[in-house]
């Protein structure tokens, strides 16, 4: 119904930049709520940030990185600046029907993942 793939990640010093990419294909709609979610090696996965009639941050993030949409493309974006070790992680987009969530049960349909290394 909704594929989703990932892009951007790679391997960057503290203090840099990336900017990540989601591609959606299928069924895709503006009414279609996306995130971003990561995971750490031995830790659970956890919310990133998230966009449809609003936008959510976690609170490590705010100020650093920012999402956003090009609804005309179907390819939602996460911009991070000041990256830092602790953002490393496997960076994934996730979609779903309904209102904005930071649950990930909460979504539907899941990229395969981008991975995002911030050396110290």
């Known amino acids: 119904q909704v594929q989703l793939v990932e892009s951007g990640g790679g391997l960057v010093q503290t203090g840099g930049s990336l900017r990540l990419s989601c591609a959606a294909s299928?069924?895709?709609?503006?009414?279609?709520?996306m995130g971003w979610f990561r995971q750490a090696p031995g830790k659970e996965r956890e919310f990133v940030a998230t966009?449809?009639?609003?936008?959510v941050y976690k609170d490590s993030v705010k100020g650093r990185f920012t999402i956003s949409r090009d609804n005309a493309k179907n390819t939602l974006y996460l911009q991070m600046n000041r990256l830092e070790p602790e953002d490393t992680a496997v960076y994934h987009c996730?979609?779903?029907?309904?209102?904005?969530?930071?649950?990930?049960?909460?979504?539907?349909?899941w990229g395969q993942g981008t991975q995002v290394t911030v050396s110290s």
């Open positions: 996730a979609a779903r029907w309904g209102p904005v969530s930071v649950a990930s049960s909460e979504y539907r349909f």
């Open positions: 299928g069924r895709t709609t503006s009414t279609l709520t």
């Open positions: 966009i449809g009639g609003n936008t």
